[in-house]
């Protein structure tokens, strides 16, 4: 009985030592392959955030351009021949000659 136990615990310990080494070789390829996965993601992540600032600092570029044109175009038709702005030059104008011919009616 002595050789069958003996038997037993050899067979016992290599099964055990091959389970161990296919579940270590198992857990470094999965630590590999997942380092591998995390370092892509990172750089395509890092990638997508590039991609995200340019478009984002792009609009509101062409948003504050066309804020700033709109202004400037709407000051210039302020000095147009807008009837409304021709009649309040031409009251002022009037105003400002009666007060200077007759200084007396102020």
Do not use: C
């Not at 470094?28 to 380092?35: E, G, L, W």
């Not at 996965?37 to 590039?50: I, P």
């Amino acid at each position: 009985m002595p050789a069958w136990s003996n038997m037993t615990r050899q067979l016992e310990d290599s099964l055990t030592g091959a389970l161990g080494r296919y579940l270590d070789a198992w857990r470094r390829n999965a630590s590999a392959a997942t380092d591998a996965l995390d370092k892509t993601l990172a750089e395509e992540n890092f990638q997508n955030v590039e991609w995200y600032l340019v478009v984002m600092i792009g609009m509101f570029a062409f948003i504050l351009v066309a804020i700033l044109v709109s202004t400037v175009k709407s000051k210039r038709q302020e000095h147009s021949n807008d009837p409304y702005h021709k009649y309040i030059e031409g009251e002022w104008t009037e105003q400002s000659q009666q007060a200077y011919t007759n200084p007396s009616a102020s």
